[in-house]
């Protein structure tokens, strides 16, 4: 048995049984594929795969079990890799993140400045997407960091600790009639009017709409989108009110839209920072978690590297002081 054989398994796997995608993937040619697939079949006695002629149609139930033991495998061998790499001195290699377009945009750019300027033969890869896109790539081994708010049915098993916190803002152009008005925001007002928000914040289970529910009210979502420059968009031209990340609103740039406080109608928010349990955190991954979360106690993010149990984040975030991370705003910033 090779392991350049259950490399080519789980590129298979990994490409949707696609072989051609796979042999594309690893710059090799598909028949080579195959027939080393066959091999490492003969070699064990056992057949990895349902097959519809020369198409591959699923895993067999053997076959389940040696692509999760060869994904086993292939991570050690990479974890040798890595820690020979750290025990030669080499500070060098990739820091892989996933994240949301606002975290990517308005938090990270200064922290990962000041880490390249520690860690220079150190490359970033930041990866964009959704909750769920951000929970695939840190499954699928695109990313070895999530970022995000929330949605930890979709990160079970991992390690996770807080960054900061943050408040969310209804955002209008300056001529709006909430721009001219001196009574307090309220959600009643919020639901007669068309909202234009986050992806996927118009589910029934989202902070948003479950903030609106418990006043027996119900938003009209005009309008959803990853993106919050997306969203100031919309609402520059007209398509509804803005509720988005009040760290996305940047004083000079966006002074024709105006900032209305929404942490009385809406909760605050925690963004934490994950990786899987088997993630071997290399020197400069380590350098990394500290410049992100100064704040928290030096102990407790060894333990979460050292991969000893860690509190749940609920309760770390009641106990620590995170900072608060929320735009200067424009005109009405600070208003009750």
């Known amino acids: 048995m090779k392991l350049q054989q259950l490399r080519f398994l789980n590129a298979v796997v990994d490409h949707g049984l696609n072989i051609t995608a796979a042999a594309e993937h690893l710059y090799t040619s598909q028949p080579g594929i195959s027939k080393q697939i066959r091999l490492l079949e003969d070699e064990l006695g056992m057949t ?30 990479e974890s040798i890799k890595g820690l020979a790499d750290e025990l030669r001195g080499q500070d060098q290699g990739q820091l892989s993140l996933a994240t949301t377009q606002t975290q990517a945009r308005y938090v990270l750019p200064s922290i990962l400045s000041e880490f390249r300027q520690q860690h220079p033969a150190t490359t970033v890869a930041l990866h964009q997407g959704t909750s769920e896109q951000i929970a695939r790539m840190l499954n699928d081994r695109t990313a070895e960091f999530a970022m995000a708010t929330g949605a930890a049915k979709l990160f079970p098993g991992i390690v996770r600790l807080p960054v900061h916190r943050w408040n969310r803002v209804v955002v209008v152009p ?50 959803t989108a990853r993106d919050s420059d997306v969203i100031k968009a919309c609402v520059r031209n007209g398509l509804g009110v803005g509720i988005l990340a009040g760290m996305a609103l940047e004083p000079g740039h966006d002074d024709d839209l105006i900032a209305l406080p929404a942490q009385h109608l809406l909760p605050t928010l925690t963004t934490w920072i994950g990786w899987r349990q088997d993630q071997l955190l290399r020197s400069y991954h380590e350098a990394f978690l500290r410049l992100l979360m100064p704040d928290l106690p030096a102990a407790l993010i060894d333990d979460a590297i050292r991969g000893r149990p860690v509190p749940e984040l609920d309760e770390l975030t009641q106990e620590h002081s995170l900072p608060l991370r929320n735009g200067q705003g424009n005109g009405h910033e600070g208003r009750a």
């Open 48 to 77: 990895l795969f349902v097959r519809r002629g020369k198409r591959l149609d699923a895993l067999t139930p053997a076959g389940r079990e040696v692509v999760t033991r060869a994904g086993r495998v292939l991570r050690e061998v």
């Open 174 to 223: 300056r001529t709006h009639p909430l721009a001219e008005s001196d009574q307090a925001l309220s959600l009643e007002t919020l639901a007669r009017l068309p909202l234009v928000t986050y992806l996927f914040s118009d589910r029934p289970d989202s902070s948003l709409m479950s903030a609106f529910a418990t006043r027996g009210l119900t938003p009209s979502i005009a309008f």
